[in-house]
């Protein structure tokens, strides 16, 4: 008789201290959003006391008046919808477009220009923001909103993502077979490259998306009109040179960061299986 295999003992189980940990994580995550919200609907002395105030006001609806008030707010929220959506999908394909070109496409100087796309993710962004500026000048782009997008609409990070992703998912063979039926090399990218790494552009472009969204820099510098105004910079208009209305301010900023947590609450999941996906092929 065959002697029975010793049992391992909670193989298979996720054990308490785990769930705890989690829901740790899950409070110190959470916890900034409910603390904004929190003061979000009090005033500013009742935000600063001490012991602070952890029991939710009943302010925000006032605050949130005041908001819409000092600043066109949503007009803002509407330009930071247009620009960070402009941006993330501009991203998504155009740097798939590039990173299928670095690795797939044979041309002088290709593995050259790759390193010095790379190389630019070494220098600092404050550095292109002067000679960034006189381009917009010089085009007359100054106080517009695609001053904010068409810088954005490509990155090197974003090229060397999807570089690395179709170099680990899409054999060479497959190109060639697609070519020697006679498929044009936009064919083979755009209905046999792009549908096997749409997943992974769909998280670079949620991360464009995010990125465009909380800007602040770029968008303080090149706009000067409240109607152009993206969510950030309305945020900073709520507040005076002298002293800052907290409640105000956070109210701002909760209207500003809703968008954000409604997108994750939609494609958080979408997002994280894109990531993985790039992660378990090579």
């Known amino acids: 008789m065959t002697a029975a295999a010793p049992r391992v003992r909670g193989h298979g189980r996720v054990r308490w201290w785990t769930y705890a940990l989690l829901a740790a994580a899950a409070v110190v995550c959470l916890f900034p959003l409910y603390w904004m919200f929190v003061v979000a609907t009090n005033d500013t002395a ?23 008030d000092t600043v066109p707010f949503v007009r803002a929220l509407l330009n930071s919808l247009f620009v960070a959506a402009a941006i993330g999908a501009g991203q998504a394909v155009l740097c798939a477009v590039a990173g299928f070109a670095f690795a797939k496409l044979s041309f002088p100087g290709r593995n050259t220009l790759f390193l010095v796309v790379v190389l630019t993710m070494t220098v600092p962004t404050q550095l292109a923001v002067i000679p960034q500026y006189m381009i917009m000048s010089w085009l007359g782009w100054v106080d517009t909103l695609q001053a904010l997008v068409v810088p954005g609409l490509a990155s090197a990070f974003g090229i060397f993502w999807m570089r690395q992703h179709i170099t680990a998912t899409i054999d060479d063979e497959l190109v060639q077979a697609a070519t020697i039926d006679g498929a044009s090399t936009w064919q083979v990218f755009w209905r046999v490259a792009f549908p096997i790494v749409r997943p992974a552009a769909l998280v670079l472009g949620l991360f464009g998306f995010v990125t465009a969204w909380n800007d602040f820099l770029w968008p303080f510098i090149v706009l000067k009109t409240p109607e152009r105004y993206t969510a950030q910079i309305a ?7 002298y002293d800052v209305d907290l409640g105000l301010a956070m109210s701002g900023s909760f209207l500003a960061t809703a968008p954000l947590v409604v997108l994750f609450v939609l494609v958080g999941r979408r997002m994280v299986a894109g990531i993985l996906d790039g992660a378990f092929k090579g």
């Not at 945020?235 to 040179?241: D, E, G, P, T």
């Open 46 to 68: 009742t935000a600063t006391r001490m012991p602070p105030a952890v029991v939710p006001g009943g302010n925000f609806l006032h605050l949130l008046g005041l908001v819409l």
């Open 235 to 241: 945020i900073k208009a709520l507040q005076n040179s």
